[in-house]
């Protein structure tokens, strides 16, 4: 979650700016078909949809790391 673009906020990972060293050194783009849904939304609703999405993505296999 972020007041920034999902653009900014991936070229932030990728240049080691408050990121994640797997994006910095694996991530290639953003998966939109995952970001598209109800944006934007609130705060509380953002928490919800962040721990939803990231046990479906480990459930398919994923590695997901969210706080």
Request: glycine share 8%.
């Amino acid at each position: 979650m972020t007041g920034l673009t999902p653009e900014k906020r991936l070229e932030n990972h990728k240049r080691g700016y408050k990121g994640n060293k797997y994006v910095e050194r694996y991530g290639e783009r953003l998966a939109m078909e995952f970001l598209e849904c109800g944006n934007p939304m609130s705060y509380q609703d953002a928490v919800e949809e962040e721990k939803r999405l990231a046990l479906s993505l480990r459930e398919l296999g994923y590695a997901v790391w969210q706080n």
